[in-house]
């Protein structure tokens, strides 16, 4: 049974940083397609960033120069630096997984077959 289990959110002030963490279990990081995407009171669930088997990432312009996505295959585990942080990305966080090899963008990550149960993350100005 495939489980992923995000974790590191919480409330900074503008400009501030946090990483959050999606740990894997009953199912292989870096295998296929991994993403990150976010949903606010109100608002549609946004791709932010994937991640490629190979590594090759893309990201969102919104979150573009700001956030890193990175893995680490042998901790099983998802990562989302996000750094100079605003206000307007203030929103549940989730991770998301590919069950199979599929072309791998972070506007497609909401596509994908696994979600976590996501992370709260709030910036205050």
């Known amino acids: 049974q495939v489980q992923l289990v995000e974790s590191g959110g919480g409330s900074v002030q503008t400009g501030g940083s946090l990483r959050l963490s999606c740990a894997a279990s009953?199912?292989?990081?870096?295998?296929?397609?991994m993403g990150w995407f976010r949903q606010a009171p109100g608002k549609e669930r946004e791709g932010i960033a994937s991640i490629q088997r190979d590594g090759v990432t893309t990201y969102a312009d919104s979150v573009s120069g700001r956030f890193t996505i990175s893995k680490d295959n042998a901790k099983n585990t998802l990562y989302l630096q996000m750094n100079s942080l605003k206000p307007e990305d203030t929103a549940m966080y989730y991770c998301?997984?590919?069950?199979?090899?599929?072309?791998?963008?972070?506007?497609?990550?909401?596509?994908?077959?696994?979600w976590g149960q996501g992370t709260q993350v709030t910036v205050s100005s």
């Open positions: 998301a997984a590919s069950g199979a090899y599929l072309t791998c963008y972070y506007d497609a990550v909401t596509d994908l077959y696994y």
């Open positions: 009953g199912y292989t990081v870096g295998r296929y397609c």
